[in-house]
């Protein structure tokens, strides 16, 4: 065929469109599990996730909250300067602690994407005898904008980072408020290289205790509270702290202190989003190694303390600074840390790999050895058996459910791993059809040939058959581990003991129960394709070449 | 081979499996104190609020056993399921009480409990309720629910799950969009309407349009009065696009059943023996809908206006393209999580002005979950007790408790689940709610609204054939709606289907009541000797295949034919070689396969709903399915979805031929093009919401804008009938990387030398391709072609996860039919039916294929 360098190119150009159309989901699904919840859910869809801001100063205005608005008839540009001025108009009290030209500038913008749903259409998109005019917008909007809408569009965008309360458990289910007689900001005293305060005030109600920094002093604010427990604290079980992250990313880790020792977070967490939270950190526990969610931090103990006292607790906040590739990083670690953390993700691959390699090799060592038979033998009934292991894919399972279940359980074998892959041991319609059909290309001369040698069927197989099919073995193998590997209907029917799920299923629980954020369920996805993606790539050169081996032509 | 080798990777694999092997960690408990009870529920394994409940409830159990230890000690499994629920998918739960290894408690959605109840599938609590009650023990007895709740979990007069949790739906508006539109008081305070016929005024006003080449805006009350007098109130979709709508009467969550009921209609007659579907008040419940639809310029317009529609914070509700909605209770935590700063109101769900003259002043409906104990639990006093702990204020306080933290950790504000027990409700509404002052008054006002609804809530019909009349009454409403059907022609129709159903389950046909399965195995062994001998004579004397090829009228060569050594018989090493070859499989077939699929044959002949022993009643499915409409329409349905096969190998060849002209890089190509097919489905379901959008939102309508001309519209995709299997084709073409990689194998054993003697020859590139390439590829075009029909005929994902068969059953495919009549209506032995009919239609195209297969598959080898 001719190459010439315009046939290239277009073979190239269609190459690199397919590869655009057909990798689009997997970046679609990768980048997603990079995203907080709120980017999954916004006006104009991005496939990349938003840039995380590592802010070196706190309290701060989010000026990209407000940065893509929806253009109504007059733009935000021309409405701004006016919109500015009946912010300051309002009275709303901007804090101190925050760029004032900056929030007023954002206020602004926030106030006109909510005067497009307050203003009539009339008004605001103009009529056909009237079209729109900044004045009459400006008119308008004088009547709605007042004190509280500028006060709940400035809260959108105000970040701030702040604690509240503090409290433990102990080993049951009982919480104690630590500190409770004492303001919030009056719990902690502040340590750390960075210039840091911390205010008491009411964040809608909720008594909290804001916390300004600014890191050009330094990189650390540490917090440092003594608290007195009501009992004994020996026993306690978990810290819980509501937290209001300021958005940044920025590094947060726990040191505790109690009964003579000390015990520190196993990871760091971070200041993400910007809505109160309850950050949790929990003593190693036998929780660790059930199948609960694991919804908390673990702490682990890191040598002797000064705090003996019984009732005595000693809590060590440390936020560390983090530059734009550590705040990546976080961001995009975030979702396969949780994903992985939340569910016994090792222990479901486990079970996976178990069952993907004990199925690979049962299903190529039965299929190669009974296509063998339907392919290069010919025995009495053959023809009649292979139109029954064809019917045999045309019943629809849902109705060979039951009974397959019930042959199972009768064998001993429901909850337990046995029907998963004992099967594969009889071989697959699927598979044993593919392979007779590579089987029959093979040319009868190599075997007549080792039958003259004095080869009965057996070695025939061995070693003249299957040194043919080798590589296309490898294509089944590839197979047949993508289909176990995402497998769930047969645990789900099966299996009732959440320690023998597998990986897909598992899965597939943990992403029912974290529905609300689908985030969560496109990084277990990337973490369950992944060595699919590797295996293929790895397998695909065998696997090609060996059904073109099978072929024998040329 | 090389057998050193292969010893050694053997013992490898062994290891390494030994390895693996995952141990339990706890053993199986044999402490005779010890009972385990088996809890199922929806959404996964015991986690989080519940899981610590439970424990608590462990705990209990021991210190009672420490004080007498007559008492047991409980434990409690979990984990048992983790599909999406039992109602949409009771597989996992009928599967468990087939297997006799059936949960004790389970959780159960209320309004499906009847269904499994009515046939025998859930143990009546009376007896354990009566028993509380003159013990003096605190239990949940029925005085204590709100009426609708409890009694929607009876059948027959008796109770069969304990409520644990309610949704009632109210009438929620967008305060900002009232004022706009003017629709306020004397103060200046919106008032929501309270009529239908006011909600049809306050559509007009609040529903906005924008013409397509002005980008005018106007309302569609302006838009009306400025028709010409006599023109039907209809918006022209070709000039106008909605951009806010006042109310979308199906959007939220309010069928028809609401309205029926709002216009003073019934769904069953009062002693549950007829369908009333077709009542003359659910027929102009329709014909009022249909108008508002159709101001609104029709249902498939509207509906397509809804794809649009995201969740959360782009809530259309929160956005304000839809001024008002009925919705359930679940809506409040999204409005909390999103809608601080939008103002709501709500109210009870507006009336027919002669329903309130009758004297019904409101009105709402409610579902929620039971926790029931199917018949066949083991531990029945154990799952009592676990039930009356759940239910206990107790239990509940320490949820609610867990569950508040759980929705504080992740910074969401929290309102407790409404409870279906008056007392409850009551207390926790006023501790978490009422007196927290960081909670916004119109939330509180809101979950007040809902609250007082609760005693005025209807609920969903109790019979026999819930699943069914839900699924129909979806139907008759969506035909009606969108024009395909007069409103009384489509209930009636599906109100015929439904009586007949209905009367078969009250006055069954008679037949043998199968206790016993020995005869099964019996019977399956003779077939499988007389099958065995059949083959074999066929196989051995020349003379009795012709004698068959002469009776059939074939000719003498086909009985001559069929394979070597045929006529002088076969040697000992072909039978031997043979037999032992396809052991394995022969072994599996006979164990595994061939009994499950000779049991669903003989099922076929039977009734049978699982939960009970099959009845005999011979071709009566069979008959049936010739009357059911949607069998028919569900095989056309999947009978086009065989477009998909040449589609798809089409595509992937296409894809196989680019990837051989020489590329660089083949291995990174290759992986690329194969990617889609092993992205979960989890995961693309979203993706494909986005990208199947017809608004302008979506990225194939998009796309469609951008390059094509003006007057040319998107189609309205997975929302049009006519549309949404083509749209599943086009979703399914996206994995044609997975057939590419035999194409390229194909491609690759061609030789070389065929098209170097072509090109002496002087035939050009598509010459070539034509003569050489395709038919050298037929051998795989034909397993193509034989496993791509046979996988399409039993076509289920889609349906199962995206479309649930709609829009109007355009995506009701065959054998999704099938699994609602063996899972969700309770007759597995019309699926099987089902499953045999496919059966035989797969048969015969398959063996057409194979015959037409001589006339073009090419093999070159002898």
Redesign the interface.
């Given at each position: 065929m001719k190459r010439t360098p315009l046939h290239q190119l277009l073979v190239y150009f269609l190459l690199l469109l397919g590869a655009v159309v057909f990798t689009f989901p997997f970046i679609w699904m990768v980048s997603s599990s990079m995203k907080v919840d709120r980017e999954m859910f916004t006006e104009d869809l991005k496939v990349l996730p938003n840039t995380p801001r590592p802010m070196a100063r706190s309290p701060y205005v989010d000026d990209a909250y407000f940065s893509s608005l929806k253009p109504g008839a007059i733009g935000v540009d021309v409405l701004q300067p006016e919109l500015e001025k009946l912010v300051e108009a309002s009275g709303f009290p901007i804090p101190e602690d925050v760029d004032r030209a900056v929030a007023r500038r954002e206020i602004a913008r926030g106030l006109y994407q909510r005067l497009g749903a307050r203003i009539s259409g009339e008004i605001w998109n103009g009529t056909s005898d009237k079209p729109a005019s900044a004045a009459a917008i400006i008119e308008a909007a004088r009547t709605v904008v007042d004190q509280e809408l500028v006060r709940q569009t400035f809260v959108q965008i105000y970040r701030f980072a702040a604690v509240a309360s503090v409290r433990i458990r102990d080993q049951g289910i009982n919480l104690f408020d630590l500190a409770a007689d004492e303001t919030p900001a009056n719990r902690w005293t502040l340590q750390g290289s960075a210039r840091s305060t911390l205010t008491d005030f009411n964040d809608q109600g909720k008594p909290a205790a804001k916390l300004s920094y600014d890191f050009a002093s330094g990189p650390d604010i540490r917090l440092v509270g003594d608290f007195q427990a009501p009992a004994d604290v020996s026993q306690m079980k978990s810290v819980r702290i509501d937290i209001h992250p300021d958005d940044t990313w920025h590094n947060i880790t726990l040191t505790l202190e109690h009964s003579g020792r000390k015990f520190v977070s196993e990871r760091q967490n971070f200041l993400s989003n910007f809505d109160w939270a309850t950050y949790t950190w929990q003593h190693a526990s036998d929780d660790d190694k059930s199948t609960k969610l694991r919804q908390w931090i673990v702490l682990n103990d890191a040598g002797p303390s000064d705090v003996t006292d019984p009732k005595q607790i000693r809590m060590t906040l440390d936020i560390h600074r983090v530059n734009q590739a550590y705040a990546w990083a976080n961001k995009v670690k975030n979702n396969y840390i949780r994903t992985a953390e939340q569910i016994p993700f090792w222990r479901y691959v486990r079970v996976s790999v178990f069952l993907v390699l004990a199925n690979v090799v049962l299903t190529v060592i039965s299929c190669s050895f009974v296509a063998y038979g339907f392919s290069r033998i010919v025995f009495p009934g053959r023809d009649l058996l292979f139109l029954v292991l064809l019917a045999t894919m045309m019943i629809p399972s849902q109705v060979t459910m039951i009974p397959s279940f019930l042959i199972w359980k009768s064998l001993g074998a429901y909850d337990t791993l046995t029907p998963l892959w004992f099967g594969a041991a009889f071989g697959s319609a699927f598979f044993v059809f593919m392979l007779r059909q590579f089987m029959m290309g093979i040319p009868r001369d190599l075997e007549d040939a080792a039958r003259i040698d004095g080869c009965g069927f057996l070695r025939i197989y061995w070693h003249v058959i299957l040194p043919l099919i080798k590589p296309s073995l490898a294509a089944i193998a590839v197979m047949t581990f993508i289909g176990v590997w995402q497998d769930f209907m047969g645990p789900l029917i099966y299996i009732a003991d959440q320690r023998l799920y597998s990986l897909s299923f598992g899965l597939y629980a943990f992403s029912v129960q974290v529905s609300n954020n689908p985030a969560l369920t496109m990084a277990g996805s990337v973490l369950m394709t992944l060595p699919i993606i590797i295996i293929f790539f790895l397998a695909q050169r065998y696997f090609i070449q060996g059904i073109t081996l099978t072929g024998m032509k040329g | 081979?090389d057998?050193k080798k292969a010893i050694i990777a053997g013992i490898l694999?062994l290891l390494?499996?030994w390895l693996?092997?995952?141990s339990?960690?706890i053993k199986k408990i044999n402490d005779p104190n010890v009972v385990e009870i088996?809890y199922m529920g929806?959404?996964?394994?015991l986690?989080?609020a519940l899981?610590?409940v439970i424990r608590?409830f462990e705990v209990r159990s021991e210190q009672e056993h420490a004080k007498d230890p007559k008492k047991p000690i409980y434990r409690v499994?979990?984990?048992?399921?983790?599909?999406?629920d039992q109602t949409a998918d009771p597989?996992?739960f009928?599967?468990s009480v087939?297997?006799?290894?059936s949960p004790d408690v389970i959780q159960f959605d209320r309004y499906a409990v009847a269904e499994w109840a009515a046939r025998g599938g859930f143990e009546p609590l009376d007896d354990y309720l009566a028993r509380d009650r003159s013990a003096g023990i605190d239990a949940p007895q029925r005085e204590k629910f709100y009426k609708p709740t409890w009694d929607e979990a009876m059948y027959g007069g008796k109770s069969y799950g304990i409520p644990i949790s309610v949704d009632d739906r109210v009438l929620m508006y967008n305060k900002?969009?009232f004022?706009?539109?003017g629709l306020v008081d004397a103060n200046g305070v919106p008032t929501p309407p309270k009529t239908w016929e006011q909600t049809r005024d306050y559509l007009r006003k609040l529903t906005?349009i924008q013409d397509n080449n002005?980008?005018?805006?106007?309302?569609l009350e302006k838009y009306f009065d400025g028709l010409p007098p006599g023109a039907p109130k209809r918006l022209n979709t070709k000039a106008y696009k909605l951009v806010n709508v006042g109310f979308i009467p199906m959007y939220g969550n309010s069928w028809l059943y609401i309205f029926g009921w709002m216009n003073g209609g019934e769904f069953m007659s009062a002693d549950g023996r007829t369908v009333t579907l077709n009542d003359p008040k659910i027929v102009s419940a329709l014909i009022w809908l249909k108008e508002i639809y159709d101001e609104l310029g029709g249902y498939s317009g509207v509906k397509a206006f809804e794809a649009g529609f995201?969740?959360?914070?782009?809530d259309p509700f929160i956005?304000?393209k839809v001024a008002m909605k009925i919705d359930g209770y679940w809506q409040i935590n999204t409005l909390g999580q999103f809608a601080?700063?939008v103002d709501f109101g709500t109210a009870p769900p507006p009336l027919p002005q002669a329903t309130i003259d009758a004297g019904t002043e409101k009105l709402s409906w409610i579902g929620g979950w039971t926790y029931s104990i199917p018949a066949t639990a083991k531990n029945k006093e154990a799952a009592w007790e676990l039930i009356r702990y759940l239910t206990s204020k107790d239990a509940i306080g320490?949820r609610i408790e867990?569950e508040r933290?759980?929705a504080?950790?992740?910074?969401?504000f929290y309102f407790p689940e409404q409870s279906p027990q008056k007392e409850i409700n009551v207390w926790q509404y006023q501790k978490y709610v009422y007196d927290d002052?960081?909670i916004d008054a119109k939330y509180k006002e809101a979950i007040r609204t809902y609250n007082d609804l609760l005693p005025y809530s209807r609920y969903r019909p109790i019979t026999p054939i819930g699943q069914q009349l839900w699924n129909y009454h979806i139907t008759a409403a969506e035909e009606s709606l969108d024009g395909t059907k007069p409103p009384k022609v489509a209930t009636d129709d599906a109100n015929r289907v439904l009586q007949i159903q209905l009367d078969r389950f009250f006055s069954p046909s008679n037949g043998i009541v199968i206790r016993s399965w020995t005869w099964f195995f019996v019977m399956y062994a003779i077939i499988a000797v007389i099958?065995?001998s059949?083959?074999?004579f066929?196989?051995?004397s020349l003379s009795m295949r012709r004698r068959v090829a002469r009776l059939l009228g074939l000719s003498a060569k086909t009985g001559d034919s069929?394979?070597?050594?045929a006529a002088g018989g076969?040697t000992r090493?072909?039978?031997?070689?043979?037999?032992?070859?396809?052991t394995?499989?022969?072994?599996?077939?006979l164990?595994?396969?061939g009994?499950?699929?000779l049991?669903?044959l003989v099922?076929s002949f039977c009734r049978w709903d699982?939960l009970s022993n099959p009845v005999v009643t011979g071709f009566e499915n069979y008959r049936l399915m010739w009357d059911d409409q949607k069998v028919w329409k569900s095989l056309g349905n999947t009978l086009f979805m065989i477009l998909s096969v040449p589609l798809g190998i089409v595509l992937s060849l296409a894809?196989a031929l680019?990837?051989n002209?020489?590329?660089k890089l083949l291995?990174?190509?290759?992986?690329?093009?194969?990617?889609?097919s092993?992205?979960?489905v989890?995961?693309?379901s979203?993706?494909f919401v986005?990208i199947f959008n017809p608004q302008e939102?979506g990225l194939l309508a998009g796309i469609i804008d951008t390059f094509s001309f003006h007057h040319l519209q998107s189609p309205k995709w997975l929302q049009d009938p006519s549309w949404a299997k083509t749209s599943l084709i086009l979703m399914g073409l996206?994995g044609a990387?997975g057939g590419m990689?035999?194409w390229?194998?194909?491609l690759?054993?061609?030789?070389?030398?065929l098209?170097e003697a072509a090109s002496v020859d002087g035939a050009s590139?598509i010459q070539?391709f034509f003569n050489i390439t395709i038919p050298?590829l037929t051998?795989y075009i034909f397993?193509n072609f034989i496993?791509g029909t046979?996988g399409t005929?039993?076509v289920?994902d889609q349906a199962f996860l995206m479309t649930q068969g709609g829009p109007q059953d355009a995506t009701l495919f065959y054998?999704y039919h099938?699994?609602n009549n063996?899972?969700r209506y309770g007759q597995?032995g019309y699926?099987?039916a089902m499953?045999?009919l496919?059966?035989a239609i797969?048969?015969v195209l398959?063996a057409v294929q194979m015959r037409l297969s001589r006339r073009w598959v090419h093999?070159?080898?002898?």
């Open positions: - | 081979m057998s694999v390494a499996l693996l092997y995952p339990r960690q088996v929806p959404g996964g394994p986690s989080g899981a610590d608590e499994i979990s984990g048992q399921n983790a599909s999406r597989t996992r009928l599967v087939a297997g006799n290894s900002d969009s004022r706009r539109a906005i002005t980008g005018q805006q106007m309302t995201q969740g959360n914070a782009l956005t304000g601080r700063n320490m867990a933290q759980f504080q950790a992740e910074g969401r002052p960081t099958l065995g059949l083959a074999f066929w196989d051995t069929i394979i070597e050594g076969f090493s072909q039978w031997f070689g043979g037999y032992v070859t396809i394995p499989w022969l072994i599996g077939f164990v595994f396969t009994g499950p699929m049991f669903s099922i699982i894809i680019l990837l002209q020489g590329t291995a990174g190509w290759r992986t690329i093009f194969y990617l889609p092993i992205v979960p989890v995961a693309t979203l993706l986005w939102g996206w990387g990689i035999l390229l194998a194909g690759k054993g061609i030789p070389q030398s098209y590139t070539q050298q051998p397993f496993m046979i005929l039993k289920f054998v099938l699994f063996a899972f597995m699926a099987s499953a045999w496919l059966f797969t048969l398959t093999y070159d080898t002898a």
